[in-house]
């Protein structure tokens, strides 16, 4: 067991960073903010790690705080600016701003430009990046159960009735696009320490267009959607690398047109659930006693919503 | 129904009124929706209000709610002036409002869409653990279910909304709106495409929703209905109020005859 991980532990880690930029694109996504600047905030959480690190010495725990409060800060402003707008003028906004930090870093000198940053201590375990993705569930699960998670996903459906029943909609997206990029940032600063090297070129279109896949295909609805397309995606990657770059691009790009044609609300689909349901009825008939399942009045559970 | 009744009278708050709207307009690039409207709603009254299509009946509700800030002219809630402020600031100062086309959350139950109209009354924060944070969602789910019971709708408390019939549909949008306990409401078209005898439903719970001293401003089409349900009417006409009266004399009037048989007004 020990051995299997020593030799994966790399994909291990890189699985679990991937996912948290999924879930960083989620957060936005729960909230109607359709965000592509995830990996502009990955970038951010990256170097200020790293050249905290490297040419100031501070410790790596704190060079990863500070790279999450950063990418928060950052958000908060960028939000000022693109939360005005929305649907596909949103999402080109936060790409912009993403795009013109990434080239502001290649252009300033403290960053090293397009040379990165090298030698960057590697500190992360596993351990670190697994601890932030299951405190980040236990809040977006908080969340999700507290009238806050009903008010996000108001927002997202009918922004005028949640403004009409006197929620604050700009400042509910404002929390979610904060928390998506503290979330993206974070997936950086361990992307930083677990690579080592950092340059600006690596936070490129295709690292988004996969974290948006992944997204995508995990649907909107439910923290869980894209922890599991994720993780289920990531490994089919993995499981089929010997293939082929183009190959592997190829099966994804047909994965998501066959995904938005068939479920286009990806695993939090009703179609998804109305499988689900259809499924669990039937495994479970040979098992169950007692009347037909429609003349039992199933006991409402509205504490699981 | 034509006079204010003695328990109705006693609840109106005949010093000031509740929502007092000045000289608004609206243009929509050169053409003016709304023209120096002027109009005071009282709590306790449910106000009619009428006109043929595109008089401007949705914009003014539009402009009073803050959906649209007007041209000209002030909005006043309770004596505060609420002109161009933005719609969840009024939601939240207590006004609150339904739509001409049933916006619910289609896939959540009607409990939750309930639910949502209590948001305000949430004080509990994501980090807030423990009992407090049980207690007080099971305190407002109480009452959100309590609200239902009172509306008839206790059954369907666990179903999801997309299903049920169209009638049903519009109680759970005012079930919604009432549930953040609004000092006005204003119900843009709510028996629009009801059967006669939901109609009548609807309109008994307008009468008693005015009844607990909430002002009650009524957009609606059918004549029958709203002369039944108002204490006052207000006829609007090409943007301006032409009319204020009481049920009864309203229809007599040459203006209102006109406006609505297309004659030209004099």
Known sequence: MLDWFQLHRFIIDTALITTLITMSIFIAFNAGVMSLGSVGFMAVGGYTTAILTTKHGWPVPFGIVSGIVVGGVLAFLFGLAVLRLSGIYLALGTFALAQATIIFIQAVDFTNGVHGVIRIPRRVTTVASLGGLLVLVVVLQLIRKSHYGRALRTVRLDNVVALGLGINARRYQMFAFVLSGMVASFAGALEAHESTVISPSQYNFTLLTIALTYAMVGGVEHWAGPLVSAGLLITFREWTRSSGTDKQNLAFGILLVVVLLVIPGGLADKRIKQVRTWLWRTLSTPFRRGPEPHAAVPEPDSSLV | ?266
Request: glycine share 12%; charged share 20%.
């Open chain 2, 1 to 266: 129904m034509t006079a204010i009744d003695e328990g109705t009278a006693a609840a109106v708050d005949a010093v000031m009124p509740l929502i007092e709207v000045r000289g608004v307009e609206k243009h929509f690039q050169g053409v003016a929706a709304l023209v120096d409207v002027n109009l005071d709603v009282f709590g306790g009254e449910v106000l009619g209000l009428v006109g043929p299509n595109g008089a401007g009946k949705t914009t003014l509700v539009n402009a009073i709610t803050g959906y649209i800030p007007p041209t000209a002219g002030t909005v006043h809630l309770a004596g505060r002036d609420i002109t161009g402020l933005s719609m969840d600031r009024v939601a939240r100062l207590g006004i609150t409002r339904t739509f001409q086309h049933l916006r619910l959350l289609e896939q959540s139950s009607v409990l939750e869409n309930v639910l949502l109209g209590r948001h305000q009354r949430f004080t509990v924060r994501p980090w807030t653990m423990g009992r407090t944070r049980v207690r007080q969602e099971r305190e407002q789910r109480e009452a959100a279910r309590a609200l239902l019971d009172e509306l008839g709708l206790a059954a369907l408390a666990d179903t999801v909304a997309a299903g049920l019939p169209y009638g049903v549909r519009r109680r759970i949008e005012i079930a919604r709106a009432l549930a953040a306990e609004p000092r006005a409401l204003l119900l843009d078209e709510p028996t629009a495409g009801m059967t006669p005898g939901d109609a009548n439903d609807i309109g008994e719970l307008i009468v008693q929703t005015a009844g607990t001293g909430v002002a009650v401003v009524l957009i609606e089409h059918n004549v029958g209905l709203v002369t039944k349900l108002s204490h006052r009417i207000a006829v609007l006409d090409w943007g301006r109020v032409i009319k204020v009266g009481d049920p009864g004399s309203v229809w007599d009037d040459e203006r209102v005859r006109a406006a609505y048989i297309g004659g030209v007004a004099t």
